[in-house]
């Protein structure tokens, strides 16, 4: 009796382990497959952004360009949130529907898109200009403490005492001075939806907004 259970508990046993090597074999396989699948779309991404955002954006995104923003290191969260906008139409200034429409909807997919943001998101920021000293000064003021006495808040708050931004809050920090200061107006007259910022932009001046602009392009 004690042999045949021994048997029949070395048979269970072997049965056991037999299940559990395909198991891990198979899950191995798949993570094998899902690899490589996202190594693909990584390498798509890339040819990308090499053969198409290259003529707009620069090498690695960062251009010289002050019509078209930097790409290099901004929020991956930001830049998917953007894509989607374009591909869906959402955001409509005439520039993103000029050049960024048709793009959006014709070659980037959810799986591309995020693909897209992880590849800038990774690339070496661009780097600081530095500007008129004063202005400088003024936009530092501006952006770390805003003006209480208007409502208006300090940008840090949102993008980061070094304006690198976060999540959702794109990266400031050397972007073109022309390319922020068209932003600003694009908001502040609601032709570009951007519900957070509307009412900071509406109380912003037109010299502060140079002020801002020249400081944050000077922010590696």
């Not at 899902?34 to 053969?51: D, R, V, W, Y």
């Not at 300090?154 to 920090?173: E, I, K, N, Q």
């Not at 390319?179 to 502040?188: A, D, G, S």
């Amino acid at each position: 009796m004690s042999s045949n259970n021994t048997t029949i508990g070395s048979g269970t046993l072997k049965t056991a382990i037999v299940w559990a090597m395909s198991v891990a074999l198979g899950g191995a396989a798949a993570q094998a497959l899902a690899q490589k699948a996202n190594e693909s779309t990584a390498g798509e991404a890339q040819h990308i952004a090499a053969t198409v955002c290259f003529a707009c954006h620069g090498p690695g995104g960062v251009n010289d360009n002050p019509m078209f923003p930097n790409l290099a290191a901004q929020q991956p969260a930001y830049l998917e949130n953007q894509l989607h906008a374009f591909r869906e139409h959402k955001r409509a200034e005439p520039t993103a529907q000029h050049f960024m429409w048709g793009v959006a909807s014709r070659d980037l997919d959810a799986r591309l898109i995020a693909a897209m943001a992880h590849y800038f998101a990774e690339q070496p920021a661009a780097k600081g200009i530095p500007g008129d000293p004063k202005l400088v000064a003024e936009g530092n003021e501006l952006f770390h403490k805003g003006d209480p006495k208007r409502g208006l808040p300090a940008c840090a708050s949102c993008h980061g005492p070094d304006a690198h931004g976060a999540g959702p809050f794109p990266r400031l920090a050397g972007q073109h001075k022309e390319y922020l200061l068209k932003q600003l107006h694009l908001i502040k007259d609601a032709i570009r939806n951007a519900p957070v910022m509307h009412g900071v932009a509406d109380k912003l001046t037109d010299s502060e907004m140079v002020a801002l602009a020249t400081y944050l392009q000077s922010l590696n």
